[in-house]
């Protein structure tokens, strides 16, 4: 299992544009990257995954360089409730055996 | 559609005394993993059932174990209760095994051990 690294914490403010960058150095050909999200005392949830370039969904992109030794969670104009922890997994797509292994996260704060 | 749903919401326990956790799986989902969160950690991969069977393990005791049953729903067993095993357990349900099916979360269980 490829490990990943993060920023244990990050602080942004309401409207702003937050980058969660996650390195994965040793990240494999069939390795997806996924990020979740949780709030306090809840389970996390997933935002979103990609494999290579760029992903764009209703709530964030995921951003991939050609090395994919790293990628890019971008939240685009966040807000008091985007405070939470976010984590970047990597996991084998082909291999169903494959486990949802999580780190410490970063953990986000958004100041009014 | 109903989600993960998870019982009890709070648990408090004595240490030595054993515990069973349930979970109620997304409909259509065959797969429940399980996972403890202590406080300001990451969630700790404890281990999953596919169609009533143990399909991998993370790094915990014997004493940590589990049943899926034909509904899918699923049970975590903790026998003899330490004081470290305070945490939050998460049940997580899928599509399928493997990392490419995106897990739905429950709200977890609060386990305290005193």
């Known amino acids: 299992l490829a490990k990943t690294t993060q920023p244990i914490s990050m602080d942004s403010y309401e409207g702003q544009e937050v980058n969660i960058t996650c390195s994965h150095n040793?990240?494999?050909?069939?390795?997806?990257i996924t990020w979740y999200q949780q709030f306090p005392s809840q389970g996390p949830r997933f935002i979103i995954q990609?494999?290579?370039t760029k992903v764009t969904n209703e709530v964030a992109s995921l951003f991939i360089p050609a090395d994919r030794k790293s990628s890019t969670l971008s939240l685009p104009r966040v807000s008091l409730s985007d405070t939470a922890v976010y984590y970047c997994?990597?996991?084998?797509?082909?291999?169903?055996?494959?486990?949802?292994?999580f780190g410490k996260g970063t953990r986000l704060h958004i100041l009014p | 559609e109903t989600g993960v749903t998870q019982s009890p919401t709070h648990l408090i326990k004595t240490r030595g005394q054993q515990v069973t956790l349930r979970c109620s799986s997304q409909?259509?989902?065959?797969?429940v993993s399980w996972y403890q969160q202590a406080l300001g950690q990451g969630p700790q991969f404890i281990f999953q059932?596919?169609?009533?069977?143990?399909?991998g393990r993370g790094n915990f005791p014997p004493r940590f174990s589990g049943l899926q049953f034909p509904n899918y729903s699923s049970e975590l067993n903790v026998n003899a209760l330490e004081l470290d095993d305070s945490a939050l357990y998460l049940c997580?349900?899928?599509?399928?095994?493997?990392?490419?099916?995106?897990?739905?979360f429950g709200p977890g269980t609060r386990l305290t051990v005193t």
């Open positions: 997994l990597v996991g084998d797509m082909m291999n169903r055996d494959d486990k949802i292994i």
């Open positions: 040793n990240i494999a050909t069939n390795d997806y």
């Open positions: 409909s259509g989902h065959n797969t």
């Open positions: 997580a349900s899928s599509l399928a095994p493997g990392t490419s099916h995106e897990q739905y």
């Open positions: 059932y596919y169609r009533e069977e143990e399909n």
């Open positions: 990609g494999y290579k």
